[in-house]
Structures are given as C-alpha cells and as structure tokens.
C-alpha cells in the first residue's frame, strides 16, 4: 500500500474537518437537511447520534473512520484502507445531499469559517476514496 501515510493524514484531516464541523453545526444550529428528511436546531445533539449535523457525521461514521486512521499510522492494513474507501465514498453523497454544504460552496455562500470547514471535509472524503483504491 504505497500511500499509506498519505491515505492516513488525508483521513486525519478529515476527521478534524469533522470535529470542526460539529462544534460550528452546534454553536450556530446547523441541523442536517438533506433532500427527504430535516433536522431542527432544537434537537442538533439528539440528531447528530442519528444523523449527523450539517458538517458532521453521525458518530456510527467517524468511529470506522477513527479507528482505520490510526491502524494506517501504525502498519498497512488492507481492512482499514477497505473502510476508509466507503466511508469517503459514501460520505461524497453526504455532502452533496447536505443543504448548507452545497451553499458553502456556491458564489456568495462563503462563510470564513463554514466554508473551509466544508471544503476540507469533502475534499478530504473525495481523496479518501481515491488514495484508497488498490494499486494496479
């Protein structure tokens, strides 16, 4: 697995995306909203264990994520780059589905603090999927 390191740190900087995200999600009420379902500011918390908020993953996510990440520091391991593969190809659609992270990205929707936070997120999930697949 030649770019192990890099599968690793670009999975780090994601999971920090996260963790950015969801401290931003809860401090201003950016419940998820995608195209068949909602959240609601009111019970951000309860619905991120559920469903995430608008700039995180559900917590069911990020653990698969947490622990593939650090199995990658320490030694290739073909099951950890197999989960990072479909956690960042799953969490693509994620992102796009998300109301307030397409409006981040569009012409007049930057936020100096929202739109980095979703920009490396869904950076970071595109090059998950990439920088997983198996060589040859």
């Not at 780090?12 to 500011?41: C, E, N, W, Y």
């Not at 030694?75 to 593969?85: C, I, K, N, S």
């Not at 980095?116 to 999930?125: D, F, L, S």
Request: hydrophobic letters at 50%.
């Amino acid at each position: 697995m030649a770019n192990r390191s890099a599968l690793a740190a670009v999975s780090a900087a994601q999971l920090a995306a996260q963790l950015a995200g969801h401290v931003v999600a809860v401090r201003r009420g950016r419940h998820f909203d995608v195209p068949f379902m909602t959240g609601s500011p009111e019970h951000i918390t309860r619905d991120w264990l559920w469903f995430g908020t608008a700039y995180s993953a559900p917590p069911y996510l990020l653990a698969p994520q947490l622990w593939a990440t650090a199995r990658l520091l320490r030694a290739p391991d073909e099951r950890a780059r197999w989960v990072l593969r479909w956690l960042g190809t799953g969490l693509m659609s994620g992102y796009l589905c998300e109301r307030s992270s397409r409006a981040r990205i569009r012409p007049g929707g930057f936020d100096p603090i929202e739109t980095p936070i979703v920009v490396v997120g869904w950076g970071g999930v595109i090059a998950m999927a990439l920088l997983s697949r198996r060589a040859g």
